[in-house]
């Protein structure tokens, strides 16, 4: 009898979790939290051309960022038309089947009820993962399953021999790695538990190896296109033992819900918080040594390890969000389950999950780093005032800086055409300004728009009035171009917080 109650009080625990991760994102994406950014509205642009044919292995212009999730949101789009609630479906759904998968891994690893409550864990903290996983960045969603997939099969197999499961695996990696190399601080502390544990796995190497192939082919031959470019990634100039101890002080507190993301404020003072991370730490190593079995130990070697692999890579130096952690979140959520032994703890991690997420949450709501995270600007929440000028008086095409005009082709179905412009180049030309050519595949994410809007002879500007913090007015991208454009015969009107120029 106790044990059926106690079966009913899960599931209690488990609906309210899934309610309150759903209400959260509710919430969020109404919020200043849900306002789209330019990120988001190329992945939606990519999953829009889609439907035209047009395929690409990349985040257009760059050499990472697999397209599995644009493949998957081109069918809505097709059904249900282009809209921001689509395109954020997709991360949503790869979210919750993370979740499921945490659950899976917590049965093999620390047992019911800590892996249904870890599973829900994921689902509601910490913060940073509520707002990602309803981001459409393209590869967080899809990270999170195959990161997740990987320690799963990679438990099966310590377990017993499978061919069928290696072949999985190499599988998984391969499609994992085309998606994002953040699968890599995941997939190499695991393989390499699994080699200690079994090495007789290698013997099916064979069928793992075609597989992982097949599955990373479109990174193949995209590199081999573009000279190898997914290893010309920049670094900001930080050495690896900068980026390892951004890991330990920014990053992985974030993670943990110690600190608040793109703030860096610890959440509960700088003494206390640093108490309660050293503390964890201590319960990290404590519970290492304790480890009841091999396979929970997978864990903590993942965990162990994970930092180390992370800080290799050269785009780890931002250390204002924990973007580059999320793949760890799912360990992160089982080595807390191995405390909640029963429902009572499990409910009481879940309640205390969801309030410090919505705490955090509502932080960034009114958080001015939060606004500036484009590049350091304040792009203005919406651009209806914008969009209901252009449509009504022009220009049709436009050139604008990265974070407003790819939100301007994808608000509008690309009725109105803007081309990303490298601002500081503008220059007068045969009676017109425009800004210099494009060299680099970076350096305009779609190299058709740049060419539309540089044949139109009528093609205007779209340039955001509010200079970049800590700047002065001057820094304003209206003040700064402003007398170049007026005195070649520009006319300007001011949108909210957008000044328009027209040819006159």
Not at 15 to 42: C, K, M, N, Q, T
Not at 164 to 182: E, F
Not at 411 to 429: F, I, M
Not at 453 to 472: K, Y
């Amino acid at each position: 009898m106790t044990r059926l109650a106690d079966s009913r009080a899960l599931w209690i625990v488990v609906a309210f979790g899934a309610i309150a991760g759903v209400v959260l994102r509710v919430v969020v994406y109404r919020s200043s939290l849900g306002v789209l950014d330019g990120d988001e509205a190329v992945w939606g642009l990519m999953a829009r051309h889609v439907l035209d044919g047009e395929l690409s292995a990349f985040f257009w212009g760059q050499g990472y960022g697999g397209t599995q999730e644009v493949l998957a949101t081109a069918p809505l789009f097709a059904l249900f038309g282009t809209s921001t609630v689509l395109m954020r479906v997709v991360p949503v759904a790869l979210t919750a089947v993370a979740a499921v998968l945490v659950w899976r891994i917590g049965r093999r690893t620390i047992g019911d009820p800590g892996a249904s409550a870890a599973a829900v864990l994921l689902w509601v903290w910490p913060p940073y993962l509520v707002w990602k996983s309803e981001r459409a960045h393209g590869f967080y969603g899809s990270g999170l399953v195959f990161a997740c997939l990987i320690l799963l099969l990679v438990l099966r197999l310590a377990e017993r021999r499978s061919r069928l499961d290696v072949a999985l695996l190499g599988l998984v990696i391969g499609l994992g790695w085309w998606q994002t190399p953040q699968i890599v601080p995941i997939a190499l502390p695991a393989i390499a538990w699994l080699t200690w544990r079994r090495r007789a796995v290698w013997r099916d190497a064979w069928v793992a190896l075609p597989l992982a192939v097949v599955g990373a082919l479109p990174w193949l031959v995209s590199n081999l296109e573009h000279d190898w470019w997914s290893f010309d990634v920049s670094s900001g100039e930080t050495p690896y033992p900068t980026r390892l101890r951004g890991f330990f002080s920014s990053t992985f507190p974030m993670a943990l819900g110690l600190r608040v993301p793109f703030t860096s404020e610890w959440l509960l003072g700088t003494a206390l918080s640093g108490l309660v991370y050293l503390a964890l730490l201590g319960l990290f190593a404590l519970g290492w040594w304790r480890s009841p079995s091999p396979a929970t130990r997978l864990l903590y070697v993942v965990t162990a390890c994970f930092g180390f692999v992370y800080a290799l890579s050269p785009s780890t130096w931002i250390v204002d969000e924990p973007r580059y952690v999320v793949m760890l979140l799912p360990i992160l959520v089982l080595l807390v389950g191995q405390a909640l032994t029963t429902v009572r703890r499990a409910a009481v991690a879940v309640v205390a999950g969801v309030a410090l997420s919505t705490l955090v949450l509502w932080q960034l709501t009114t958080s001015p780093e939060f606004e500036r995270r484009a590049d350091g600007l304040f792009v203005p929440r919406t651009f209806a005032p914008l969009l209901e000028e252009l449509e009504r008086n022009g220009p049709r095409h436009v050139f604008a800086g990265y974070w407003v005009a790819y939100r301007l082709d994808f608000e509008t179905d690309e009725r109105l055409v803007a081309a990303e412009a490298t601002l500081p180049t503008l220059s007068l030309h045969g009676g017109r300004v425009v800004p210099d050519r494009p060299t680099g595949l970076d350096e305009s994410r779609h190299a058709e728009y740049d060419a539309v809007v540089r044949a139109d002879p009528d093609a205007g500007f779209v340039l955001l009035r509010e200079p970049p913090p800590d700047r002065t007015a001057e820094d304003a991208e209206d003040v700064r171009w402003r007398r170049l454009l007026e005195r070649a015969g520009y006319e300007r009107t001011v949108v909210d917080g957008f000044a328009v120029y027209r040819r006159g």
